[in-house]
């Protein structure tokens, strides 16, 4: 089976997901006159986005790139991909969860939402980890040999993020913030790891084909 | 007519389905601190998102694999086609009623539920059954010809279906969970239709050329 | 200029459209165990969305078939394809429109929805008026020479079309419901339009060239 | 980096924040027998829209022409273009309370809804100033070479954007129509910029290669 359609696919759902995020954003209730403090009271609900878009957009670069190796793709790959997809989308709900348990500044529900968020977080990275396991023990599937090296590189990424989202779920008990702190590290790894991963693929293909 | 465009279509209409079925979710009322049970309430929309977010991928792994022997396409598989991504995007309601009679737990309104459901699921295998006849009478369109035992190993599928959801409105009468676990039954067993298909496509098409 | 984007982000803008038709369903108020009598009186809600999809269905077809023919665009195509994709998306308003006010059963309400979709079925004919006249007179960006004929044939379809619409807005005024009439078989004579169309292309293509 | 999941995945958002605008529309609250004047009472939501439409619908020329010159794409590219959809995305949020502040028409929530536009616009412009500067050091991303022309026809674009955008801002404390005449101003300008960077490169191409 070709690339494409799975490209195709997984790119629509990538954007759209990216896009409708900015559906949660809803004016608030104002007095006449009052519209800005409104807005500066909806900080909560920008920062979450951002930060969720941020996320979004570096699974989509990670995405993009490591399936550019792929020649083409088996019905596990698809199946394991829609699982993939499946937990990436339900991130649009912790979002506004985080959004609005910020904004009541209530502590049990800020634990609550923050715990939701690291879930689907965790959810995320261990479909990473199954997908890398699974293309590892299919290089027929790929354009070109990947060095072991390669596999080496990354293989701990998704273990280390499941473990900092899993610390971040104990930590949130007994500090919000430190737990939101925790989540955030986990999102801006992951960029970090993009980048790592991105360098390695390039010099793993340089060492087989210069293609 | 060349399949690109069809195909880049029918995509974007899986993936924005697929997508926006999240934005059923709705943060709900809470008392302050409150939050965690008034999510744990949600299970009927988690229930039903997540066997929708299913059935929705099911469906467009068929139309993956299926329409990939595809050379190309006329006009009147364009219109079929538009015809069974209307049957699909009709999911997107029942999926939010059956969420929410769950919800209220009266035994009238999950009957109702269900069974607008199940008349979609219904309708949905109903489009199958008749793109599977039309496109078996026009082997010209094929990549390759496709072996009869192709099209009588499923062509049957969408029977079954239709007889699944049929039997479970009628059981939803008697009784709603067992209504419930028949739906359930008929999108699981979508799924290993896909497979089976999916295998019987692989060996004809390896019957006739090593593509 | 190359057609493929041109045709991805209008592929993309049909199928979003077509499928957040669906995001106007709104599960109504009822009693409980009065689920059933509630969707029942949602009949022009499913109504005004299947014309509705099968509207921009049939939009889609046409701009699929006629495009098709295109071997590159210029500015100006693009900037034309802009105001034909945004007189579509604004379809989803009146489409809500229609259905309220069906809903709620208003003569002076009705009027207006009706019309409201009315203009908006005018603009969308006036751009596919334009789009055509552009077209003809520039044959240098098709694939292969379209004959006389074909533009003849087709040149009539937008002017047929808003005579109609414009018809449908005098009616309404007389009797919503030969105004309704006339809207409905404005959409519908789309569609006989658009097969008379894609064999009129068939049979310009064939006597130029055997593609 | 091949540049068509690139593509693909901008044109994807670019087609969903552009239907999605319309998502903006809600049926207002109105008296049986009065929905005309409540619909008339929303012409700051088609405005708005319409110009929102119009300014995404730019950007999308801009996107697909300016990049029409790369042959590939690197890492730093798709984390640029990245940054720019986020500023685009923004975009849905103040053309929703630009249309409800102008409804209620309060100074003070007007001057906010404005400035709020301003900033997004703004912030939309200086991603693109990044972008030109990026891709002009990195000519060998580029399909031919472009001349020192061309950079130096269209550097000053986002840079006059901004100006006009930071102007506007000002303006605006001063008087909420100046400032919207301005906004509207630099929105129109964009247009007008994409017509002349279309030109300039379309000439820049020529003196080098007849592609």
Request: charged share 15%.
């Amino acid at each position: 089976m070709k690339t494409d359609r799975f490209q195709a696919f997984s790119d629509g759902i990538f954007a759209i997901l990216i896009t409708i995020l900015v559906l949660e954003f809803h004016i608030p209730d104002y007095q006449p006159g009052r519209l800005l403090p409104a807005l500066l009271a909806q900080w909560p609900l920008f920062l979450s986005y951002a930060f969720s878009y941020f996320y979004v957009g570096t699974l989509w670069l990670f995405h993009h790139d490591y399936f550019s190796m792929l020649a083409r793709i088996d019905r596990n790959v698809n199946i394991l991909n829609l699982l993939m997809l499946f937990s990436i989308t339900l991130l649009d709900y912790p979002m506004s969860l985080v959004a609005d348990a910020l904004t009541s500044g209530n502590r049990a529900d800020m634990q609550t939402a923050f715990i939701v968020y690291d879930l689907v977080a965790l959810f995320i990275s261990a479909t990473f980890y199954f997908m890398y396991a699974y293309l590892h023990h299919h290089q027929e599937l790929k354009s070109h040999a990947m060095s072991n090296d390669f596999y080496a590189a990354i293989k701990f990424d998704p273990v280390r993020s499941v473990t900092i989202y899993g610390l971040a779920i104990l930590m949130t008990w007994w500090s919000v913030w430190f737990g939101a702190i925790l989540l955030a590290t986990g999102i801006i790894f992951h960029f970090f790891a993009y980048l790592r991963m991105s360098k390695q693929m390039a010099r793993s293909k340089g060492a087989v084909t210069h293609d």
